[in-house]
């Protein structure tokens, strides 16, 4: 592996550990009033946890300056564009369209009338 592909794993890595930081962060306090019970979190823990919070500061930066990497990589920003939308829009349709399969599915049926 050459080195800017570690420093861009490294990056991806850091932009995981932000994304659960806020994950955690919003998650613990409401632990107990999910599941009815709580345990003990070292004081340690949480002082860290507080900072989950610049998580999505940190995922938004890092990721502004993975996108520019990338975007220097290619010959020009149309090619950019199209294979970011090649990889990004399926997600997005199945996003879109999931909630419609259960919503139609579970919806009551109406008589038609002759």
Same mark, same amino acid.
């Given at each position: 592996? /050459?080195?800017?592909?570690?420093?861009?794993?490294?990056? @991806?890595?850091?932009?995981?550990?932000?994304?659960?930081?806020?994950?955690?962060? $919003?998650?613990?306090?409401? *632990? @107990?009033?999910?599941?009815? $019970? +709580?345990?003990?979190?070292?004081?340690?823990?949480? @002082?860290?946890?507080?900072?989950?919070? *610049?998580?999505? $500061?940190?995922?938004?930066?890092?990721?502004?300056?993975?996108?520019?990497?990338?975007? +220097?990589?290619?010959? /020009?920003?149309?090619?950019?564009?199209?294979?970011?939308?090649?990889?990004?829009?399926?997600?997005?349709?199945?996003?879109? $369209? !999931?909630?419609?399969?259960?919503?139609? !599915?579970?919806?009551?049926?109406?008589?038609? !009338?002759?």
């Amino acid at each position: 592996m /050459n080195p800017s592909q570690a420093r861009l794993g490294s990056l @991806d890595a850091l932009r995981g550990l932000a994304a659960l930081g806020v994950v955690l962060f $919003h998650y613990l306090p409401y *632990y @107990d009033k999910l599941f009815g $019970h +709580e345990f003990e979190i070292p004081q340690l823990l949480t @002082d860290t946890l507080l900072f989950g919070r *610049y998580g999505v $500061h940190l995922f938004f930066i890092l990721s502004g300056f993975v996108i520019f990497m990338t975007l +220097e990589r290619t010959r /020009n920003a149309v090619w950019f564009g199209l294979a970011r939308g090649i990889r990004l829009m399926p997600a997005l349709w199945l996003a879109l $369209h !999931s909630p419609l399969f259960p919503c139609t !599915s579970s919806a009551p049926k109406v008589a038609q !009338s002759a």
